[in-house]
């Protein structure tokens, strides 16, 4: 199962890097996202003087992208990535892909699997996850803190091949200002949240007993309340799956 941090820190610090390199990409961006067709000559004026400024202090402290919460005596400005909760969606009976797996020689017919290191008998099984992702924008001006935050947003859409090469599903986005904890963070700090939903499948094997197969378990059946009904199991019949 791939470690999804990993995959949103790998998509943000590559296009951070991209536009570190090329500061007038991110001054685009922002000039981009002050000004549309229907802007007059001194809005666009401003806006141009709003963006290069944005520009100069974005070449002088881009944001640092961090796992875990900020801390107090952290860096800052920053994008930090955290885990806001995750949960199991389903359960499967067993995956499509058994290139790792090998038939049980002996028991062709029951679809018992083994290992093809040791020779355990092995059942493959699936299960969904959901998972919330957080990114939080830190930084001490409102300005500052709607550009990075509109920027983490513009670079975790672009990173979108990134996310699908990993069978990341599902993904939708979310954002909101958060109040800042003075406890943790300092004094004057404006904080944004953008949560990323997804969902992904983790593949793992159940070990068996020896001498059990897959199907070692009645899940249910039909008890006949009729003698002379032979369609289910009469309600003296033991069951052994030892």
């Given at each position: ?62 944001p640092t992208v961090l796992h875990g919460y900020a801390r107090v005596d ?59 992702f957080e990114v939080w924008t830190y930084v001490d001006h409102p300005d ?99």
């Amino acid at each position: 199962m791939i470690f999804i941090e990993r995959i949103i820190f790998r998509v943000l610090t590559a296009g951070l890097a991209e536009m570190i390199a090329d500061p007038a990409k991110f001054e685009k961006f922002i000039l981009d996202g002050l000004t549309d067709e229907g802007s007059t000559t001194d809005e666009l004026t401003a806006a141009q003087d709003e963006a290069a400024r944005a520009r100069e202090y974005f070449e002088a402290n881009p944001p640092t992208v961090l796992h875990g919460y900020a801390r107090v005596d952290g860096v800052f400005p920053c994008w930090c990535i955290t885990l806001g909760g995750e949960s199991t969606d389903q359960d499967w009976l067993g995956q499509d892909d058994y290139d790792s797996y090998l038939l049980d020689p002996e028991d062709d017919e029951s679809r018992v699997l083994c290992t093809d290191d040791d020779g355990n008998r092995v059942d493959p099984k699936t299960r969904r996850w959901g998972h919330n992702f957080e990114v939080w924008t830190y930084v001490d001006h409102p300005d500052l803190c709607l550009y990075f935050y509109y920027l983490a947003k513009q670079l975790l859409a672009e990173g979108f091949s990134s996310f699908q090469a990993v069978d990341l599903d599902e993904i939708t986005y979310t954002g909101a200002d958060m109040a800042p904890d003075t406890r943790y963070l300092p004094s004057g700090m404006f904080v944004r949240k953008l949560a990323m939903k997804t969902s992904s499948d983790q593949h793992y094997i159940e070990r068996l007993r020896p001498g059990v197969g897959a199907a070692s378990s009645i899940a249910g059946g039909h008890i006949a309340e009729d003698e002379n009904d032979a369609t289910g199991a009469k309600s003296n019949v033991t069951v052994n799956t030892e």
